[in-house]
């Protein structure tokens, strides 16, 4: 138990690491040249932002929260997704009383308790953005675009781009009517779980997983049959920028995702590789959280990217993360004389902004100079007592295998050359 991490967690060793920060060092550029700004929020909230963000009939909030009292006895979430605390914020900080858009992002850990399998974990990170303020369809376009740009920056060309409207509250009704209409003499052959969601909520059978309810709904009128007239227009004008743009997608009609607060448009990005075809992206419009939630009417898109499916599809398709490699220094010394003195050169390195190592474990010369192999040193200085004496240090190019001696009130400056 001591030595086991919870079912569906991750650990992330210094090798993994790096990919991340890399991955995190193109989304930060992204959102910059995009204009939108880092938000971070709490990983917990009050349970009720959830339930009532996300919504009451949801997997989410019915099987997947991680929900506990505090010690105050006041109920608390781990966040499932980031949406619901960035509508929170966005009220919080009046945010909304300044100039509009507001666009952020966030990058950070979501928790919800499914089952666990590859590419679906009970701690995992998203990379999400959040557009508020402007029912502009260019702000669509805008949102799936940044999306589309991280994905083709990263050298991922085989994505699968589904868009699709889910209509307002407006239209939504007369969706749900046809709905329940349609499905009214079927009733029998549906889930437990989907008999409740036809009472509360049908437009959820359409997410269910079990093969009868597929079946019943593949033929099922869609909800973008009964868009009314704004949604239809807005849909349309939203296809005819990405056309524009050059976005290449695919309108599907069952795409009604898995959270109750999306209007209007919603969008995933498929990608081969992690099992079937699996949504490595998902989105959209939600012009009445923010009002949900009890703040002013103010609309809002956005989308969230999962990131370890992003690194587990990039690996899959050999897209290796082109991080320059560094130039490193290992100091190696013979003796407790000259370990002092290298101590002392290795800190000055260091402190002159320069990758420097040395042994702490005894080793033998031989042994240091094996171990510098194995750190991927650049170079290896070398302090001997004779090159002590004479105020020099050998210095080896690793890589060549050549080396010579460098007077040591140089060193620093000389180091500071071969590294340019
Ligand atoms: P979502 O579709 O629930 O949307 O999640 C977005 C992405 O997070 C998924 O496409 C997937 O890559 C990743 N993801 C979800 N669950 C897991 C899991 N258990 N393990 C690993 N990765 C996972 C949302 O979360 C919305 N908040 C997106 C959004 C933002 N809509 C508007 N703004």
Redesign the pocket.
Known sequence: MLTKRPRGTNDFLPDDTIKWQWLEEKIRDLCSDFGYGEIRTPTFEHTELFIRGVGETTDIVEKEMYTFLDKGERSITLRP???ASVVRAFLEHKIYSKAQPTKMYYVGPMY?Y?RPQA???RQ?H?F?V?AFGSIDPAIDAEVITLAMELLNRLGLDQLALHINSVGCPECRPIHKQELKKYLEDSLDKLCDTCRQRYEKNPLRIFDCKSKECQELIKDAPSVTSCLCEECRQHFDQVCNILNSLGVSYEVDEGLV???DYYTRTTFEILVEGIGAQS??????R?DKLVEQCGGPDIPGI?????L??LLMTLDIHGIKPDIPKSKKFFMAYVSDETKIEATKLVNELRQNRLAADMDYMGRSLKAQLKYADKLDATYTLILGEEELQKGKVTLRDMLKGEQHEVMLENLIDYCKKLIK
């Open positions: 997704e980031g949406t919800r499914d590419g679906r974990y995992f998203q999400g959040e995702r898995g959270l949504a490595i992206c998902g989105g959209g939600y956005g989308f969230a990217i999962g370890e499916r």
